[in-house]
């Protein structure tokens, strides 16, 4: 069995490409997801909302712009094969590809590395890595960014397992009328 090398170098440019696509490409399988429940929509109200979206991914794909203006947190997922090594630091070059990503695309840099002292760190860095061991000798990066404007209204309960779909229900129907007009 051979090691395989990659030069951390490849993973910051992997990661800054990722970062622009992520941001300003909606992949084909969501893209057909949003185009059949618009076509299925009965409910004049939504159906103007799906129409909304798409003339915005239209606007985005057209101009190159961001598909939303909330690219927040960056979110990179790397399975590493156990044959890899990685020939430098994992985590500053993962970071470096997310701060030339975001500045490269003119992408919002919105993320604070102290979630108490509320600085903005100006890059977008420092991103949430979750790295996952596989066998082989593959990489495989995914970035996916994770808007946070809608964590302003969220909740988190721990349901018993007798509430069942009900109390799911129940809990999400609290938790949207508690936000009440302020998305």
């Not at 997310?98 to 991103?127: C, F, H």
């Not at 964590?151 to 938790?175: C, H, I, Q, W, Y």
Request: glycine content about 8%; charged content about 20%; hydrophobic content about 40%.
């Amino acid at each position: 069995m051979s090691i395989r090398e990659i030069p951390a170098a490849a993973v910051t440019d992997a990661v800054e490409a990722l970062c622009i696509e992520a941001n300003t490409s909606l992949p084909v399988d969501v893209k057909a997801a949003l185009d059949a429940a618009e076509a299925a929509e009965p409910w004049p109200l939504a159906k103007e909302t799906l129409g909304l979206l798409q003339q915005n991914l239209c606007v985005a794909k057209e101009k190159n712009l961001p598909i939303c203006q909330d690219t927040g947190m960056a979110c990179v997922f790397i399975e590493l094969g156990q044959d890899v090594h990685i020939d430098g630091d994992l985590n500053a070059a993962v970071n470096e590809g997310v701060r030339r990503g975001y500045e490269k695309a003119y992408l919002r840099k919105s993320i604070t590395a102290d979630p108490l002292q509320r600085v903005n760190t100006g890059d977008n860095t420092p991103a949430f890595l979750t790295v996952h061991l596989v066998p082989g000798s593959g990489c495989k990066i995914t970035v996916a960014p994770k808007g946070a404007g809608s964590e302003n209204m969220s909740r988190l309960a721990m349901l018993k397992p007798a509430d069942g779909v009900e109390g799911v229900k129940k809990f999400v129907l609290d938790t949207v009328e508690q936000a009440g007009a302020n998305p």
